[in-house]
């Protein structure tokens, strides 16, 4: 078990990867992927023989998601229906990225291949277009608070702006002031909205009750502090 400071995505070619990221643990397989978050507890288990796996580090200074203000989710079972029609576009980028690097593999003794291995100077710059769209891709939909507003297949908030951005001043209350008693009133007072409305908001946008989302919040919370 063990953490980075700079993020990381994880791409199973073959065989099954096991992950363990924080308390929660997923299963990897063929053609599949997962990223993990800057300073996020993990651990990775192959019980195949046969299990291949790619993993790309992002160094920090080319991208720093605590600077953005950016949390990946790791399951990939809710990429392919968040991503959309941009999925088929995620995976080909990800594949042509570990294309560069095969190529330098391929270029090294066939016995003592060199790690990490990176591009060469003549494709330098192609490699960051591709990073940096993969990443455009990632930002715009594997990010924690885009699954609050989108990862539920009733959700009546996808073509109400208002209402999302409602909810995105609750969620921001919340996680201003989790350490403090809060009550639906203080809620309602911040965002000058009945505190009913509110109920059936938090829980129609993103699944849990009011005191739900509250506990979720600051259970979040503790294990960053517990982490750091």
Avoid: W
């Avoid at 990867?17 to 063929?30: A, Q």
């Avoid at 990073?131 to 539920?152: A, D, G, K, M």
């Avoid at 007072?189 to 946008?205: A, C, M, Q």
């Amino acid at each position: 078990i063990h953490s980075h400071l700079h993020m990381e995505l994880i791409y199973v070619m073959e065989g099954d990867l096991h992950i363990k990221v924080g308390v929660s643990d997923y299963v990897l397989h063929e053609g599949q992927f997962t990223i993990i978050n800057p300073f996020e507890l993990h651990a990775l288990y192959a019980e195949e023989k046969s299990n291949k796996t790619c993993i790309l580090e992002i160094n920090e200074k080319f991208y720093n998601p605590a600077e953005e203000g950016t949390v990946f989710v790791s399951a990939y079972d809710l990429y392919k229906d968040a991503a959309g029609k941009d999925f088929a576009k995620i995976l080909g980028t990800i594949e042509r990225i570990f294309a560069l690097y095969f190529t330098q593999i391929i270029k090294q003794p066939l016995n003592d291949p060199i790690f990490p291995i990176g591009t060469c100077d003549e494709n330098a710059e192609y490699e960051k277009i591709l990073l940096r769209s993969f990443i455009n891709y990632i930002e715009l939909h594997f990010t924690h608070e885009y699954f609050l507003l989108n990862s539920h297949r009733e959700n009546t908030l996808r073509d109400n702006t208002i209402q999302a951005n409602r909810l995105k001043t609750i969620l921001l209350y919340f996680y201003e002031h989790y350490p403090q008693k809060i009550q639906l009133q203080d809620v309602a007072d911040f965002t000058f909205v009945n505190r009913y409305h509110i109920s059936h908001l938090v829980k129609s946008g993103i699944g849990l009750t009011f005191s739900e989302l509250l506990q979720y919040i600051r259970i979040e919370k503790a294990e960053v502090y517990l982490l750091g």
